[in-house]
Structures are given as structure tokens and as C-alpha cells.
């Protein structure tokens, strides 16, 4: 298992290295200035943008600007934000929380009930139980997002008034963040009421934020079930007269687990990708929304930081995914 | 805040039972983060509201509603004859803000005023580069490094401003959001404790709210500034609830869960004004957007074809589609609210028939041009692609073939401004300071041209006009200067002047004491909630 997860670690090395030039080339890729972009429609003089280009070090070539880039990295240092002019690292910590509790809901929604879901079509494969959950789910994985939750916003906060609109807990509760986890600070805060008003303000984005998870992991379990249930060694337990619960539980989902958990690897890459439209629908101040704001105000240390450390994440996440996958099925590990 | 369901309202009930007993807050649904909360260092609307509007005051600041400077920090000033020289007279006894972080031990004087402007004009002002990349991005474009010779304390409550020449808006820029007055004490702290950076951050200022703290991308608190040396602000505490999506703010505002929300989608206003739980406050914006025809080059060098294009514009459609009427036509290049507006200048209306033969006449024929469409929605022009559109068939009707160019946002700022730009290019001005200057000689003057001057139009007339309207301090006589430049621009017309967008603010109809500024700031010392 050590040596298995040692060669793991390796190959994240260069991924690593590589994300960090394509995080750092692809957005000078793309049209626009950041410098330019500070004055808005109010012309700045060459002389003045040469002068910020240099100061920012944007003027140098793109190879030194890189190296010099990637040395911060190692030692920690992500650069500051060219408009907010605070460091990244900084401003990802605050915000990064809020999107790890945000999707780590709407992972939990989408496991605890996609995979249930996914079992039942399964077992009543060609039902009307079957058609239909997998007729939901399709329409959940088409789901245009910022539309879906324009609209639970309008049906349960304007209309039915059962939730609160947006944020991430009601304004009349403050206090200051110690872990960056709402609902943990909501708690560790002592203020009455203040952890329901979070739970009330995460209900909506995360059923938005899990909508497309929920329905690929249903229709992923249904999938590896049914292969899973066709299996010899099923009929054989069925037929030394185990209960179908257990046939079901014990046999079956075990071994049709393993492609369900890769898919649910693969979703927390889709999640935060998602996260950036829930975000930004929920006014969730998470990483997503602050790095599409980054985007159109190219703001290049916040984009390629950001990048950075969300790839980062990912990978690690990956790496987590495939010891689980050792975990289950030891000839993987070979 | 009114929930119907049970287990909501259960869910809920502490948070009602807060907003009961806390005291007066008032909620801004705003429309997007602060960049940082040190006015000097930006140019956007959306950061003036959260840091200089709330926590700054200025020498003189516009008297609520309108563009008129009047005193503020400078009690009283004084202007010398060759208008080279101002001296202010400061506000005795005005108190800086007591926060968590800082404690002053001094009132205002003339150190914190030659600090706040000094650190934006002066590359040797340890301050003028307290950040990396700090750019003064507004200082630089009112011309403040090259107006201003010098900036002086002459006693504790005096201070003299030196200008290289006699520039008639000075007051005006002076109060404008980037020339707050910071505390130089609290500067000095932070320099002392190795934290500069802080300034940009946690901001000090003698203004009517205090900063309590902010959330980054979610909440900006402030309190009631207890000390405050102008009228006490009816409410207790102020919230920044940022809110990017436009329909979501409405939802909130009609939830109850803001009292006031800008930049309303269009076409949400008309359902707003039905719901009797709210109301709509509506004015001319101090806006105009515009297409400038690029003058240098053939055709468009004559004036007779441009006018001929600008009576096959149909604004009246532009403003129906893109702003559901949400916006006035536009004849001059100042917005109607302005000062020194021109009404009696007659519009090229539009005509197909005589455009045609416009065109005719000046022997063009078989014409081909690109139109510019702006890739972002502005204020001033909610879909520029949608109007290119309209002028598009338009101009087919009139035989121009018209092919539609974007480019992403920077660069389209860039490319527009080169004098060898082919095309006329749409864009659009939001006024500063309510100063005409700002306008005409910003936008048409020939100095701006290659720059801001977009049409690159030259006209020695129109020019002198406004250079002397600039360092003329008569208001009266500039009032003529400028109404004269209005007529020579409807006559060259350089641009195809297309609308001034309404600025629309909804809020819940329990909000009082709320004035619209023309400037399109939110500023709230004046607000008031009535049960």
C-alpha cells in the first residue's frame, strides 16, 4: 500500500508543475489588459501603463515572469491580487471554506439520495419506479443551473416564503469567523438562532449545487447495479437462499461501489465548477464567484493563484479517491 | 422577513426576534464587491459607495441631489485672482472614527488633507506606492499630477493649493469620491506597526458611518459614527448585502430582506412599481452614450455625411428594444440634467428619405462601414450589440452596409481610441463631477485626441470654446461658452448622440430620506425607516 501510494505522489509532481503553466499561460492567452482594465473607460497614457506594467512586472518576458511566478509558489507566496492588492492565499482561505461546506451539502444530498435511487431503478429494472427516477434524473443532469435556482428562489423564497433569499446567514447575526465554516461558527458563535438561519441559507443552494451530482451518481449506480446483479456469484447467493435485502446490500453494492465512487471523485471537479453559477445565483462569497470576477477584471495573480490551488485540491482529492479504490479492490494497487 | 411555513418559521424565529429588538439597520442590496476601501486607488461606483460615501468626507462634497460642490471639511475658501491659488479654511473639531483597530488622539488638520492628496501626485510621498502596483487611477485622469504645483499646510486649520493653471472645475474634482481625506495618524500607525497595506483594508475616516467589518464577496457592516460633525445619521447601523444578480436583489427587496437595491433589471421595474410594498424613484442619469464616427477618415471626414447618417439612426427603437424605455434620446453631448444643457439645439431626426439623399449629395455611394458594439453592458448602454442591430438596418435602408465588430472589453478600449480605427465605434461616458468639462473637453476636446476622444475630432471652434469655458470661473459666462460648443457639435457632428439612460433605484416603501444623487452614488446618511 506504501509503495502504491508513493508512485500516487510522484505523478503528481509534474501535474502539478504542468497545471502551474497552463493556469499561468492560458490567461495571457486571452485578449485584455489588466492594466488597461484599471482605468475603465477612462483613457490611460502609455506612459502610465508602461510605468504600472512595471511595477506589477507584467512588462518583463514570460518565461522570467513565470520562474519568478513559480519560486513564490514553492515557498507559499501566491502574489497579491493586482486590484484588491491583498495576497491570495489570504483571500482563498476566507473564501474557500464557504465553498467546501457549500459542496460538501450538495455531495451529501446527491449520495444520499442518488445512490438509493440508482439501487431501487436498478432492482425494478423497466418499471414505472425505473422510468421515472431515471426520467428525473436526465432532466436534473440537463439542468441549465443559474435558471434552476432563479427559480426555487422565486417558488420557496418569493412566493412561498419557506427560505431565505440568498447569503449565508441572516445580517442580524455577526460575529467573527473562526473556522470559516458557517454552520460550525453559527454554533461556536453561541447566539441563538444563528445556526438554523445558516442551515435555512444552505438549503436552497445546495439542491441546486447537487442537482447534476444526484443525477449522474443515480444513473451510475443504476448502471454498475444492474452489470453487478447479473453476476454469477449473485445467483449463486440468491440461490443459497440469502434474503434479497442482503443479496442487494452485502453482495451487489459492494463490488458495483467502486466506478460510484470514481464518479463521485470526478463530481467534486464538477462541483466546483457548478459552484461558480450557484454562487454567484446564491450570492455565495466562495471561490467560485470570486475567480469569474477575476476573470473579466483579469486580474492574473488571483486567476492563476486560484487555478493553482483548486487543481491542487482536486488532485489531492483524486489521490484520496484512488487509496479508497485500493482500499476496495487490492488489485488496483498493482 | 415573513415566513408562512411552519417549520421555516420555526427554523427562522430567532432571527425575527433579532430584527425586532435590534436597532435601526438598514440594508443596501449592493450590486458587487468593494476592490479595496481606499478611494484614491480605484474608479468604480460600486467601491466610492462602500468606502468614501459611508466612512470619508471631502473638502467640499456635492449637496445631496445635485452636482453643486459645497462645503463639507473646508468650511469656507478662498480663490486668488489669477486662479492659481485656493486656500481652505478647515472645520474646527472634526472628529476621526473610533474603531476596534484604531484610536485617534487628534481632530482633523491640514497634515491629513496635504497627506490625502500629496501620497496620489507626488512619486516621492512614501505613500505613493503603499501597495504594489498602486495606481491613481483617478487623480491621474482629472490631470491632478500636472494641474497641482503644490499642495500646503499653512496652520493646523489651513491649507493652500498651488495649480500650474486656472482650472474652473478644480472645487468640483476636489469633491469627487478619490480626493477623501484619510487620517494621516492612522497612517502612521500603520507604517510604524509595518502594515500599510491595512489603509486599503480597514479604513478611518470622518464620515457619517464607521467600518465594522467585511466579508469578503458578502457583507460590509457599518455603525452610526457617534462623533460625527454633520447631521446625525437616523439610523444605527448600515449593512452592504452584496447581492451580483440583478433579479435575485429584487427577490430580496420584495422578502423584505433589503430596504434598497440599485441597478435594477428593466424588465423587472414596471412589476415593481405595481407592488404596492415598494416604490421607484427615477432620474436622468448624468450619462450619454454615444457613436463616434471616426473623422479623420473618408467618408467620415465630412460633415455631411455623418449628419446624413445620424437622421437614419432611429433612437427612439434603440431606446425601446435595449431599454424598454427605460432611457431618453439623446440630441446633445451633456445629459439634460446637466447645467449649460442646450435645449433650443434641434436634433437630426430621423428621416430615411433625406438621409438618402444626403448621402447623395455629398456623392457617397455603395458605402460599407463596420459599426463597434461594446462587449459589456454599461449603464448607458444595457446591449450595445442589440443597438448596432437596429442601426444596422437602419443603415441598410438607406443603402450603407453595415458589418458589426466586438472585441473583448480591454481591448476593445484600446483598439477604439486608435486614430486609424476603421469604423465608428459605440460607447458611452458617465459624468465625474458634473462639471460640462468634464464632457466636452474629456470626450472632444483635441487634446483627447488618440485618447478619450474617440471620434478624433479636432475642431479648432468647438476647442477654443471649451478651453476657455475651463479657465473661465464665472459661471455664467461658461454657461454660454458651453451652449455656444453644444451648437458647433450638432453642426460637425462628430458623434451620433444616442440616448441618456433613466437611473432607476427601487426600495421598500418604508424607506425615507433617501435622495438620488445624478451622480449614481448610494448614500445613506440622510435614510430613515418608518415603521
Known sequence: MFGFLLRRLAVLIPTFIGVSIIAFAFIRLLPGDPVALLSGERVMSPERHAQISAQLGLDRPMIVQYLDYLGGVLQGDFGSSIVSKTPILTQFMALFPATVELSFCAILIAVVIGIPAGVIAAIKRGSAIDQSMMGIALVGYSMPIFWWGLLLIILFSGILQWTPVSGRISLMYFFKPVTGFMLIDALLSGQKGAFSSAVSHLILPSIVLATIPLAVIARQTRSAMLEVLSEDYIRTARAKGLSPFRVVSLHALRNAMIPVITTIGLQIGVMLAGAILTETIFSWPGIGKWMVDSVFRRDYPVIQGGLLLIAGIIMVVNLIVDVLYGLINPRIRH | MKYKFGFAAALLAASFLSTAASAKTFVFCSEGSPEGFDPGLYTAGTTFDASAHPVYNRLLEFEPGTTKPVAALAESWTVSPDGKEYVFKLRKGVKFQTTDFFKPTRTLTADDVVFSIDRQINKNNPWNQYVPGTS????????????????????????????????????????????????????????????????????????????????????????????????????????????????????????????????????????????????????????????????????????????????????????????????????????????????????????????????????????????????????????????????????????????????????????????????????????????????????????????????????????????????????????????????????????????????????????????????????????????
Open chain 2, 136 to 531: 491613481w487611477e483617478y487623480a491621474a485622469g482629472m490631470g491632478f499630477p500636472e494641474l497641482i504645483k503644490s499642495v500646503e499646510k499653512v496652520d493646523d486649520l489651513t491649507v493652500k493649493f498651488v495649480l500650474n493653471r486656472p482650472e474652473a472645475p478644480f472645487l468640483a474634482n476636489l469633491a469627487m469620491p478619490f480626493a477623501s481625506i484619510m487620517s494621516k495618524e492612522y497612517a502612521d500607525s500603520l507604517d510604524k506597526a509595518g502594515k500599510k497595506e491595512q489603509l486599503n483594508q480597514m479604513p478611518v475616516g470622518t464620515g457619517p458611518f464607521t467600518f465594522i467589518g467585511y466579508q469578503q464577496d458578502a457583507v460590509i457592516r457599518y455603525q452610526k459614527n457617534a462623533d460625527y460633525w454633520g447631521k446625525a445619521p437616523k439610523i444605527d447601523d448600515l449593512v452592504f448585502a452584496i447581492t451580483t444578480d440583478a433579479a435575485v436583489r429584487y427577490q430580496k427587496l420584495k422578502a423584505g430582506e433589503c430596504h434598497l437595491m440599485p441597478y435594477p433589471n428593466a424588465a423587472d421595474v414596471k412589476s415593481m412599481k405595481s407592488d404596492s410594498n415598494l416604490k421607484v424613484m427615477e432620474q436622468e442619469g448624468l450619462n450619454v452614450a454615444y457613436l463616434a464616427y471616426n473623422t479623420t477618415q473618408a467618408p467620415f471626414d465630412k460633415p455631411e455625411v455623418r449628419k446624413a447618417l445620424n437622421k437614419a439612426i432611429n433612437k427612439k427603437a434603440i431606446v425601446d428594444a435595449v431599454f424598454q424605455g427605460m432611457a431618453t434620446p439623446a440630441k446633445n453631448p451633456i445629459p439634460p440634467t446637466m447645467w449649460s444643457y442646450n435645449d433650443k439645439v434641434e436634433d437630426d431626426t430621423y428621416d430615411l428619405d433625406a438621409a438618402k439623399k444626403m448621402l447623395a449629395d455629398a456623392g457617397v455611394k455603395d458605402l460599407s462601414m463596420k459599426v463597434w458594439a461594446m462587449p459589456v453592458s454599461r449603464p448607458y448602454m444595457l446591449n450595445a450589440r442589440r443597438a448596432a442591430e437596429i442601426i444596422q438596418d437602419d443603415f441598410a435602408k438607406i443603402g450603407v452596409k453595415v458589418e458589426i465588430v466586438s472585441y473583448e472589453w480591454a481591448e476593445y478600449l484600446q483598439r477604439s481610441k486608435a486614430k486609424d480605427r476603421d469604423g465608428a465605434a459605440m460607447l458611452g461616458w458617465t459624468g465625474d463631477n458634473g462639471d460640462p468639462d468634464n464632457f466636452l473637453d474629456t470626450l472632444l476636446g483635441c487634446d483627447a485626441v488618440g485618447g478619450n476622444n474617440r471620434a478624433q475630432w479636432c475642431n479648432k471652434e468647438f476647442d477654443e470654446l471649451v478651453k476657455k469655458a475651463k479657465v473661465t470661473s464665472d459661471q455664467a459666462e461658461r454657461t454660454k461658452l458651453y451652449e455656444q460648443a453644444q451648437v458647433v457639435f450638432k453642426r460637425e457632428a462628430p458623434w451620433a448622440t444616442l440616448d441618456h439612460s433613466l437611473s432607476i433605484v427601487p426600495m421598500r416603501k418604508e424607506v425615507t430620506g433617501f435622495v438620488q444623487s445624478p451622480l449614481g452614488d448610494f448614500t445613506f446618511e440622510n435614510v430613515d425607516i418608518t415603521e
